[in-house]
């Protein structure tokens, strides 16, 4: 089955520096890879996905880079802000099509400095 | 929409209780998910819904646990009886079109068996 390892568990970044978390699995027949923000007291919340027929995708601050050779994938926030802090978990399907299943990686707790 | 509605918020128990947790989705999303949240095994996935069927509860931690969606609008997770090791915090998310697309989380129940 799927496995996926978050690193790093925890990150401290001075506001307006960037921050990078980095995600692998280990299934290669995985094609779908989310990004889920979870504050404090809330639920997860989805900032970003990438495809695997796709190799980066931006919305405004964040982007996530897939390298499906290596089976790694990344979060990129940039100009972070404090309102950013938050547990990040990135997450890969069990299996391809079909699957409904997510394993999700153990999150990053950001603090954003300011 | 208001979003996935779950409650209580919290509830306290103590072992041996019945405990039951309910869910709203989001009208017209055909996934219903539970999951559990806690420090040592992170987000795990206890079983999902498509269209009120459970489809895959292998998640299910012992027969103790039990899950029911007799309507598109309403899912209960009822774990009898309830142990302290069953302490964590429980989710719901509902999903349009399946666990490839996103996952609307709801705020979540924060369980304590005593």
């Known amino acids: 089955g799927e496995n996926v390892e978050q690193h790093p568990s925890t990150l401290s970044v001075q506001e307006g520096d960037s921050a990078v978390i980095k995600c692998t699995y280990s299934d290669s027949a995985s094609n779908y890879f989310p990004w889920y923000k979870q504050e404090l007291g809330k639920g997860p919340q989805l900032i970003i996905d990438?495809?695997?027929?796709?190799g980066e995708k931006k919305d405004q601050r964040i982007a996530v880079t897939l390298n499906k050779t290596a089976k790694h994938f990344s979060l990129h926030i940039t100009e972070t802000q404090p309102e950013d802090s938050a547990v990040y978990f990135c997450a890969a399907p069990q299996g391809a099509s079909g699957t409904y299943k997510y394993i999700f990686g153990t999150g990053t707790r950001l603090k954003v400095l300011a | 929409d208001a979003g996935v509605i779950q409650s209580p918020r919290h509830e306290v128990t103590e072992m041996g209780q019945e405990v039951t947790l309910r869910c709203k989705p989001i009208s017209g999303h055909d996934y219903l998910f539970w999951y559990r949240q806690t420090m040592m095994r992170g987000l795990e996935l206890l079983i999902y819904f498509n269209n009120n069927v459970p489809i895959d509860d292998s998640g299910m931690p012992e027969d103790r646990f039990s899950a029911k969606m007799p309507n598109a609008s309403f899912s209960t997770l009822k774990i009898q009886p309830s142990e302290p090791r069953d302490s964590a915090v429980y989710f719901c998310?509902?999903?349009?079109?399946?666990?490839?697309?996103?996952?609307?989380f709801g705020s979540g129940t924060q369980l304590s068996v005593l």
């Open positions: 990438i495809r695997s027929n796709v």
């Open positions: 998310a509902s999903s349009p079109g399946g666990g490839k697309e996103k996952l609307f």
